[in-house]
T-cell receptor
């Protein structure tokens, strides 16, 4: 089945120790997104890629970076995690065309990050 | 002002009964899309149903239907014949297309409604 895969599902890191979360998709979607979701809150968009074009949200901290080496993979790098970065990180994909801009986003299962 | 408002932090429904989850939205765009997602305790966001602003018919997907009232700017989700597996957080979201660029792909989520189905 076509899907969005996130690894690992649970990640524990130490304060200040860089961590990378990964996302892959078999849907061949041209847009990939990273969301941060803290407990009992709505998902918050960090950034997205439209093909290779990176689009950062204005309030995303510089501590968060992303890479998309090809259509299928996208990575979230947290350079120096703080306690406030503990959250669920959701990857999503969608296919976007000028004629069909409202296609739904398909989400992965998420990676729950704990910062010690 | 919030773009998506879900006024019910929590809802209870008896198994096999129908339930309506409220969602109101705010946009000045004529063209937009409305989505509902389900998030079980496992964390995955599951797409349920979509309504386009120009769609004349209310969207339906199995037991899910969207009660779209454009003049009132509401897009309520109706779940018929509730099941225990429906217990989850439900998020209403909107995508606007009034401008080009990165923002046009962004989903704006409401704060969610936690639905609990009682046996």
């Amino acid at each position: 089945d076509a899907m969005v895969i996130q690894n690992p599902r649970y990640q524990v890191t130490q304060f200040g120790k860089p961590v990378t979360l990964s996302c892959s998709q078999t849907l061949n979607h041209n847009v990939m997104y990273w969301y941060q979701q803290k407990s009992s809150q709505a998902p918050k968009l960090l950034f997205h890629y439209y093909d290779k074009d990176f689009n950062n949200e204005a309030d995303t901290p510089d501590n968060f970076q992303s890479r998309r080496p090809n259509t299928s993979f996208c990575f979230l790098d947290i350079r120096s995690p703080g306690l406030g970065d503990a959250a669920m990180y959701l990857c999503a994909t969608s296919i976007h065309t000028p004629l069909a801009p409202y296609n739904e986003q398909f989400f992965g299962p998420g990676t729950r990050l704990t910062v010690l | 002002a919030q773009k998506i408002t879900q006024t019910q932090p929590g809802m209870f429904v008896q198994e096999k009964e129908a339930v309506t989850l409220d969602c109101t939205y705010d946009t000045s765009d004529q063209s937009y899309g409305l989505f509902w997602y389900k998030q079980p305790s496992s964390g995955e966001m599951i797409f349920l149903i979509y309504q386009g602003s120009y769609d004349e018919q209310n969207a339906t997907e199995g037991r899910y239907s969207l009660n779209f009232q454009k003049a009132r700017k509401s897009a309520n989700l109706v779940i018929s014949a509730s099941q225990l597996g429906d217990s989850a957080m439900y998020f209403c979201a909107m995508r606007e297309a009034g401008y080009s660029g990165a923002g046009s792909y962004q989903l704006t989520f409401g704060k969610g409604t936690k639905l609990s189905v009682i046996p």
